[in-house]
């Protein structure tokens, strides 16, 4: 963790930022709401329950949600950790407001104290140590949920957690998690010690704290607009793996302005124009359905991504029919047939099952057969769009052509994670692709790395081979398409900006950055 400890400090302000930023908004609106409520007895059921339905809606699908009216970045985690936050603190305003002892209120009340005096001297101040309980809930939940936010580019420590998930690196995952950790339980235990003197230090607290919220935003916000107006969206794993970001960025000298976000989400976010370049696919649908223009690698970076089940020893053993039945698609899926494929998915919303028997289907092969019950062969798959096709085309082709059963566990979280399940005999195939074979999942030396790079056989022979020495698993015939990673960016843009290859960039970018 030291070699990243500058950026551990960074993302920890930053998810500071987003929590105190956040649960200001909710306690300058909770708070009041939750006072007006006790007013207005009749719509407290509505209201409470309004807020509490908030609560159930999982926090990715919150942030799905708000992507398309909010766009990319800070503003949709924090509105997403406002709503996250109003529950607790409007239900515990109320409450506390309404537990105060009647007693106490009439003889207020007979001292001729008016509603608001009433309000301000002695309900609020004898709530008080409640409503504050429910700020200290909802400050806990915040640096929690703010974790998530790092999938739509808020920053965060949530962005090397992901990372560590992507890669199977528990040291990385650790980096995100013990800070946000160290984070929440400091935070809490700092709210445990003002709580029962809130009565007292509520001034004093009030001060501070708006201050701190007011000076992280700046840290929070001004960012996101500021720059030189050219972001790239990179998933996490893209941004640490051997053929990804950094490497990329020393070959072709390149300084981008960058936010890591969800594969799903990454094209949406080039469509809509809150991003200017993603690391995609060749294969993609979204290519096309969007308008998209891949950017020619002028200095061969990536290497061949051939996609090819990758399948465990003992599987194997126990079934050598399988191979047989996978080796019936082999070399039949082009990147143009794998391309319409994903892209009938995508934006056809034809499922991913469909879509594999029809193609099966177009091969003349069988896409139903009575099935065994028993063994159940576990196909896994990453999570994105060609993942899910590939399985379904390799569990409907272990089905129909053995007879055994078969069952999928898909969108699995990066390379790693399926490989080792893989090992572990928890799946006993997957589609992986040569490329993420030679520079992920095998220590290949750099000179055979460099030797043999840019050609597609020597590739797929070398994975093949070392695979097997290393390791109990065996990868099949490939399928014939080269999934190979490419940069794109809007077709209009690359036209008005001149920008057809990846090398464009650098005279591109050093343009619009401002003279020292």
């Known amino acids: 963790m030291l070699e990243h400890r500058e950026e551990i400090g960074v993302q920890t302000v930053e998810h500071l930022g987003l929590t105190l930023t956040a649960l200001a908004a909710a306690s300058l609106a909770g708070i009041p709401t939750g006072l007006l409520l006790t007013r207005?007895?009749?719509?407290?059921?509505?209201?409470?329950?309004?807020?509490?339905?908030?609560?159930?809606?999982?926090?990715?699908?919150?942030?799905?949600?708000?992507?398309?009216?909010?766009?990319?970045?800070?503003?949709?985690?924090?509105?997403?950790?406002?709503?996250?936050?109003?529950?607790?603190?409007?239900?515990?305003?109320?409450?506390?407001?309404?537990?105060?002892d009647p007693a106490v209120k009439e003889a207020a009340r007979g001292m001729g104290m008016t509603g608001f005096q009433m309000l301000a001297r002695v309900e609020l101040p004898l709530a008080a140590p409640v409503i504050f309980a429910g700020v200290r809930t909802a400050t806990v939940i915040g640096v929690g949920v703010a974790t998530l936010s790092a999938l739509i580019g808020s920053g965060g420590l949530g962005e090397?957690?992901?990372?560590?998930?992507?890669?199977?690196?528990?040291?990385?995952?650790?980096?995100?998690?013990?800070?946000?950790?160290?984070?929440?339980?400091?935070?809490?235990?700092?709210?445990?010690?003002?709580?029962?003197?809130?009565?007292?230090?509520?001034?004093?607290?009030?001060?501070?704290?708006?201050?701190?919220?007011?000076?992280?935003?700046?840290?929070?916000?001004?960012?996101?607009?500021?720059?030189?107006?050219?972001?790239?969206?990179?998933?996490?794993?893209?941004?640490?793996?051997?053929?990804?970001?950094?490497?990329?960025?020393?070959?072709?000298?390149?300084?981008?302005?960058?936010?890591?976000?969800?594969?799903?989400?990454?094209?949406?976010?080039?469509?809509?124009?809150?991003?200017?370049?993603?690391?995609?696919?060749?294969?993609?649908?979204?290519?096309?359905?969007?308008?998209?223009?891949?950017?020619?690698?002028?200095?061969?970076?990536?290497?061949?991504?051939?996609?090819?089940?990758?399948i465990n020893g003992e599987t194997l053993r126990r079934h050598p029919e399988i191979s047989e039945a996978l080796n019936l698609v082999s070399g039949k899926i082009s990147n143009f047939e794998m391309a319409q494929m994903n892209f009938r998915v995508d934006e056809d919303h034809a499922t991913p099952r469909q879509v594999a028997k029809d193609f099966l289907e177009s091969l003349g092969l069988q896409t139903s057969m009575d099935r065994e019950e028993e063994p159940t062969i576990v196909i896994g798959s990453k999570s994105f769009t060609e993942q899910f096709v590939l399985a379904e085309i390799i569990g409907l082709l272990i089905e129909n052509q053995t007879g055994l059963s078969v069952e999928l566990?898909?969108?699995?979280?990066?390379?790693?994670?399926?490989?080792?399940?893989?090992?572990?005999?928890?799946?006993?195939?997957?589609?992986?692709?040569?490329?993420?074979?030679?520079?992920?999942l095998l220590d290949t030396d750099d000179n055979t790395r460099e030797r043999i790079l840019r050609d597609p056989d020597q590739v797929y022979e070398h994975v093949r081979s070392e695979q097997a020495r290393i390791s109990d698993v065996h990868w099949l015939a490939p399928f014939g398409f080269n999934n190979t990673y490419a940069l794109m960016m809007r077709r209009k843009d690359s036209e008005q900006f001149g920008i057809r290859t990846i090398s464009d960039l650098q005279p591109f970018l050093r343009s619009r950055r401002p003279a020292k």
């Not at 399940?421 to 040569?434: F, K």
């Open 40 to 100: 207005w007895k009749r719509f407290s059921g509505p209201a409470l329950a309004f807020v509490g339905v908030i609560q159930t809606i999982p926090s990715l699908a919150l942030l799905g949600f708000l992507l398309p009216w909010l766009g990319i970045g800070v503003i949709p985690a924090i509105v997403a950790l406002f709503l996250y936050a109003l529950l607790p603190i409007v239900r515990n305003t109320y409450i506390g407001v309404e537990e105060v």
């Open 160 to 310: 090397f957690i992901f990372r560590g998930i992507a890669l199977n690196n528990p040291h990385m995952i650790l980096a995100g998690a013990m800070p946000a950790a160290m984070l929440a339980m400091g935070l809490d235990a700092l709210l445990a010690w003002i709580q029962p003197r809130i009565r007292r230090l509520l001034k004093p607290f009030a001060i501070v704290f708006a201050l701190t919220s007011i000076a992280l935003v700046p840290m929070v916000i001004v960012p996101a607009f500021t720059g030189t107006g050219f972001l790239a969206a990179f998933p996490t794993e893209f941004m640490e793996r051997a053929d990804g970001y950094r490497a990329m960025s020393q070959i072709y000298d390149l300084e981008l302005e960058t936010t890591e976000m969800d594969v799903g989400l990454m094209y949406q976010a080039l469509k809509e124009g809150q991003v200017d370049l993603i690391s995609g696919f060749s294969t993609d649908g979204r290519i096309q359905a969007f308008d998209l223009q891949v950017l020619e690698d002028d200095k061969h970076y990536f290497p061949p991504y051939e996609a090819a089940p990758l």
């Open 409 to 440: 566990t898909t969108g699995l979280a990066g390379t790693q994670i399926c490989f080792e399940a893989l090992v572990a005999g928890e799946i006993d195939v997957y589609p992986e692709y040569t490329g993420t074979g030679l520079l992920v």
